[in-house]
């Protein structure tokens, strides 16, 4: 017999004559029982076990004999549920599946005939900070345990609740939370002693990671309340007139998405909407006088000498990295411990590359590591929203593919001014053994690159078939290299190449930036040379010499639609090897003075990819874009799989002498087909001449 078992079942039969004498410790058992379900976390007979049954009778009949007072309380709150009550039994009886109804209209006036007892048993003011207490320990224990388990994972997975319970389900459990955190912060402020005030601090903030952890729309909305909630009890901490920042990009945003609806949605007694030289919305002095400050950052340097206990900002996408850290420190009042930034936003926009890799794919940059489990992301399509009007979602995946995947889907692959909407990485990118595999020994391989040295240095090697299908298999990428220390990195990786390739074709030419040829800064010596002087210098012999590539008018331009038709027809494609390559591509965006060209962009680490590797494929591809030949003897093995597949049958089915003979005349006819595609003549018999 299990230990939990055993264990839960002497905890609650023990109690019953202590419940018989004192009915209000029934009611605790009770609520203990349904709260945090202890018989739920046992392994075998104790989990169907009807515990909350038996206290509960326990309970009514040691109240029915006792002295305890059994006045119904006639309050506005208690008229209310039991109207509510009276309802269930109106709509449980006219139910369209009454079966399925009255099981769980029964289950419901037990709950609440519970309830009723509650509020007669448990008026007294100890007896109620118990119920708080008990309330607290038994939510808040699935709360701790959910805030380290979101934690320790990272956020992969969902927090849910004890199985077969009220609250089993992830949005149950949330809301549970969500509903415990403000008795957490009631108790904090009501207890003496410094231990449990820092455990019910750890508490919530577990709770809170806890909540992030179920995933759940509804918990994001009841958060969203309990924090206003807790931003109104700053007085209690002997903090008034708290202020938190509001931001948006420029004004005209500002007025139209925050300043126009908090005149027409936000009520009276809430607070005023104050216009100065500044937008500042004020609570009212019982409400701790809070204020929320409405800013714009056109000049974000002009808040230097500001502070907030908050920050939050209107699509955080439009945002540089800069911008977000200089904010960051500007977060601080005396009182606030925790500092908070919240942001909303679609995807697109200047800062879509550093907000997409700190949110949605979890890249950081080593400071802020430690910090990684306090950055979360809640996706929000417009079909969650329910006061949008009917169709609307509907009508959002009527756009343009692109724009739908946006806008409909909340797709952070795609955004609006995107340069090559039409990447996808399921369509485009392979993984590094299958792109390896598509490289044939007959196929034409080369190596591209884009020089740089505070900006990065990108190099890639490719592959194209005779059908012009290329695959770019393998990335060299990093900053601050000399051109000697990259001719010994290139050489070295092209040497393992072709180990593994000892039959494919050599590398047959390196395109490289034009702008290579000025003075190196790195040379030495009284005849300076250029940067691809000293590159070509380091290359072992497997590397050809680089040359400049294409930089006539219109080149770049050009380059960026080749790219733009092979990724529409299929016939580019990428191995997983070239993480920076694959970052790049959905990041480029058009250039807004000239809706045809890729905007330069410069990297910047932790905020931006930058164009440099775009750049060096670019170059690359325009260079060596023509037709590779099949051998004679390949294409010869094709035919006669050809001849063999079309009688249903395969070559080893045929006769050794037979597919000799139809290799033999494949080859023939293959030389005679190419001299014919070359533009020469076959050889004619003429009656007189020798032949």
Known sequence: ?????????LVVFGSIPFILYRPHLGILMWCWLGFMNPHR????????FPFAQVIAIATLLGWLFSREPKRFPFTRESLVLLLFALWTVVTTAFALVPEGAWPQADKVWKVLLLVFAT???????NRLDALIWLVVLSIGFYGVKGGVFTLLGGGNYWVFGPSGSFIGGNNEIGMALIMTVPLMRYLQLRSSRRWVKHGLTAAMVLS??????TQSRGALVGSISVVLF?????????????RVGLFCIDYPMLLDRQISKIQTEFPKWLGTLKHDTTWDFQLRPEYGGGVIALRNLDKPAKYKSAEFAAIAVEELTEVPLKTFNDLRWRIRWPGVPIRRFAGATNPGGVGHTWVKNYWILGKFPTELEPKRGQFKFIRAKASDNPHLVEGYHDDLLTLPPDMARMVGRGDWNVYTGQYYPQFEERRHVLPASAAVARVMPWHTRWISGDWGFDHPACYYWHAKDEKNRVVTYDECWDRRVAEDEWGRRLTDREERWRKRWPNHQPLSSFPFSWDAGKQSPRAVGKIRKSIIQLLTAALGAMVPAPHPADSSPGSRLSGARLLGMLLDADMWQISDSCAKLIECLPALIRDDDDKEQVLKVDYAEGDTIGDDPFDAVRMGLQNEFGDSVVPVNVAADRRVAAYAQARGKQVEDLDLNTVHMLHRQAELRERAQRRTRRGGARRVFRPGRRQ
């Open 1 to 9: 017999m299990p230990l939990r078992d055993v264990l839960v079942t």
């Open 41 to 48: 976390l046992a392994w075998g007979f104790a989990i169907q």
């Open 119 to 125: 509020m007669m048993l448990m008026g007294e003011k």
């Open 208 to 213: 809170t990671f806890a909540v992030l952890g």
């Open 230 to 242: 807790l931003i109104w009890t700053f007085k209690e901490l002997g903090l008034r007139n708290v």
